[in-house]
């Protein structure tokens, strides 16, 4: 080491480029691999490609066909309703949570992995236990059966205007505990001498709550929101698991309806509109967030 | 992060206490029936399935189901059993976990320690990519990968997961490394300690709950990913999820359920794993991602 100072001119100057070069290789691949992507899936949505892509410009007219498309309806509608619901029970569930496992409960240890471990699994798995769970033939509606239950039915996953429900059951099985998770953590972090000088004024448990924590956990909330609905626009493999997109078209989201207008039906212009447009979808709910997060930190 | 301790000012009744534990183990249950089911399921035979009650043990244990989806069960064309995508999934998790949280170790370092213009914007198209729907890429990566040579090989998807993988990693370790005393840098620095040293001397050895982070983050992610393993793997680099997809949905034959289950637990068992060995630090991880953002 000691040579190099010999040279210090040489060595600062060194020093300054290795940081750039050392970021260098991961910004070229997230520039090429996801900028760049980007840029060739909105050309190609602008063009006549169809198996392959290619170039015959043909301006706004997939956009126009996607959008007369009833299939894209459907798909637009189901992404609407499933995560609509998706978010609002596992916030809800989730606070509810984190709220009652934060009275000195005992035996928390143990709880709290059984709501978590569903994040753990793939979707794959969840969409195979639940798809037979909510089989009428052979699942819940059967085994009621079984006990005596005769008038028992459950049969949402093979009725066209409830398949989707399953949809959110199984992504609220599988997501809700997770969001329990950041609530507990925003709960804990919560400081308590607020807490208990507002119980000498008085204020009962439930005032506790409306008035003072559920407030403070506005960034547990925001952050609730950003990742389920991201997660809830990319909602693929739950869907292929669990309904295969069925029955009909009863579950067919915008991710199902992208993958199959591009490699089965080989419409690949209007597969490509419709990922820009779950793209715009997600920069309109994401770049505002991005762009507050990135300020505080300054 | 305090999630282990539970002191709160809050005091409750009997009666709602009561009530708490109620609603707790209700909810215990919901997210354990359904798992909990099929592997109980997974070891009855398939009689007792398709004629009994899914909600009572088995009559007769059998391990029959677990031997027949790990190593003969058909899958696609050939009964080859879950195995060969197993191993599959294996070749592809461990290189591109070890090279994302390589380069999102380094990329936190400089982002952090060796600031320069514009690092913000950097971070920030990087953080971006995370949360993009991948539908937005999954055209030209299928040429891309067509015309590098590298489709349906596990190289291709391991570049895949690195790719967009980064972002979470590199935004993991920049939060932990922004909180390290940046003297300590500087200091080294006037000793005359250069760029890889002071990262594998100072910042390295106390990097350890981070690296888990990272590690488990994405571990999980890619075990787990379905779209890019049906997308550009073949039957050579099929990962597990896409193999017990097409078990599942295979509709030839009588739906042996039993050996799906057992299936689905095999594509559980090593998240499920590491999720038990070190739960912890994955939801101190999703914590420090999200909520601190």
Redesign the interface.
């Known amino acids: 080491m000691a040579s190099h100072a010999t040279n210090p001119d040489f060595r600062t100057r060194l020093q300054n480029w290795i940081p750039k070069l050392v970021l260098s290789p991961s910004l070229a691949l997230i520039l090429f691999f996801v900028y760049g992507f980007i840029f060739f899936t909105v050309y190609l949505s602008f063009t006549d490609s169809r198996i392959l892509p290619s170039f015959g410009w043909v301006g706004f007219e997939n956009y126009e066909k996607l959008f007369r498309l009833r299939h894209w309806d459907i798909a637009v509608s189901n992404l609407v309703v499933f995560s609509g619901l998706y978010i609002f029970f596992c916030t809800v569930i989730g606070l509810m949570l984190a709220i009652f496992l934060d009275q000195k409960i005992r035996g928390e240890s143990v709880l709290r992995p059984i709501y978590l471990y569903p994040m753990a699994l793939s979707f794959i798995v969840t969409g195979t236990a639940w798809k037979w769970f909510l089989d009428p033939g052979i699942g819940l509606e059967h085994t009621m059966h079984l006990w005596g239950w005769e008038s028992f039915e459950f049969n949402w996953i093979k009725d066209r205007n409830f398949a989707i429900y399953t949809v959110v059951l199984a992504a609220v099985w599988q997501s809700s505990g997770f969001v329990m998770a950041m609530f507990l953590a925003g709960l804990r972090g919560i400081d308590n001498e607020m807490l208990k000088a507002a119980q000498m004024d008085g204020a009962s448990n439930f005032s506790l709550y409306r008035r003072i924590i559920i407030l403070q956990l506005r960034p547990a909330f925001l952050s609730a929101f950003v990742i389920l609905s991201h997660l809830a626009i990319k909602s693929y493999d739950l869907v292929v698991a669990l309904t295969g997109g069925g029955p009909g078209r009863a579950t067919e989201v915008p991710a199902t309806f992208m993958y199959s207008y591009t490699f089965t039906r080989n419409q690949m212009g209007i597969g490509a509109s419709s990922a820009v447009t779950m793209l715009l979808t997600i920069v309109a709910i994401m770049v505002p967030y991005l762009y507050s997060e990135l300020r505080e930190k300054k | 992060?305090?999630?282990a301790?539970?002191?709160?000012?809050?005091?409750?009744g009997r009666v709602t206490?009561f009530f708490?534990?109620l609603?707790?183990i209700l909810?215990?249950l919901?997210?354990?029936?359904?798992?909990g089911?099929?592997l109980v399921n997974s070891v009855k035979p398939l009689a007792e399935?398709?004629g009994?009650?899914?909600?009572s043990l088995p009559d007769v244990w059998t391990l029959e189901p677990w031997f027949k989806a790990w190593s003969s069960a058909q899958i696609g064309v050939e009964a080859t059993g879950l195995s060969p995508y197993f191993w599959n999934s294996i070749k592809m998790v461990v290189p591109a976990v070890a090279i994302s949280t390589i380069?999102g170790a380094?990329?936190g370092?400089?982002?952090t320690k060796?600031r320069?213009k514009y690092d913000?914007l950097?971070?920030?198209?990087?953080?971006?990519?995370c949360?993009?729907?991948?539908?937005?890429?999954?055209?030209?990566?299928a040429?891309i990968l067509g015309l590098t040579g590298l489709a349906g090989s596990t190289p291709g998807l391991v570049l895949v997961h690195?790719?967009?993988g980064?972002?979470f990693t590199?935004l993991y370790f920049k939060n932990y490394y922004q909180v390290f005393p940046t003297e300590l840098i500087r200091a080294a620095q006037i000793d005359?300690?250069?760029?890889?040293r002071i990262f594998q001397r100072i910042l390295l050895p106390s990097s350890g709950p981070i690296i888990v982070v990272s590690v488990i983050w994405q571990f999980?992610n890619i075990?787990?990913?379905?779209?890019f393993g049906?997308?550009f793997a073949d039957l050579d680099s099929q990962p597990m999820?896409v193999a017990?997809?097409n078990l599942?949905?295979s509709s030839h034959g009588v739906k042996e359920?039993n050996v799906?289950?057992a299936g689905?637990v095999f594509?559980?068992l090593p998240?499920?794993l590491?999720?038990?060995v070190a739960?912890r630090y994955?939801?101190r991880g999703?914590?420090a991602g999200?909520?601190k953002?």
């Open positions: 992060m305090a999630i301790s539970s002191d709160t000012a809050i005091r409750t206490r708490l534990y609603v707790l909810f215990a919901f997210y354990l029936l359904p798992f089911v099929m399935i398709t009994g009650n899914m909600l380069l380094l990329n370092y400089v982002l060796w320069f913000t950097i971070f920030g198209m990087m953080l971006f990519a949360f993009i729907p991948f539908q937005i890429v999954l055209i030209p990566m040429r690195v790719v967009f980064l972002g590199t005359g300690a250069g760029f890889f999980t075990w787990n990913d379905f779209l049906a997308s999820t017990l997809n599942v949905q359920y799906h289950f689905a594509a559980a998240t499920l590491v999720y038990i739960g994955f939801v999703l914590m999200s909520v953002g």
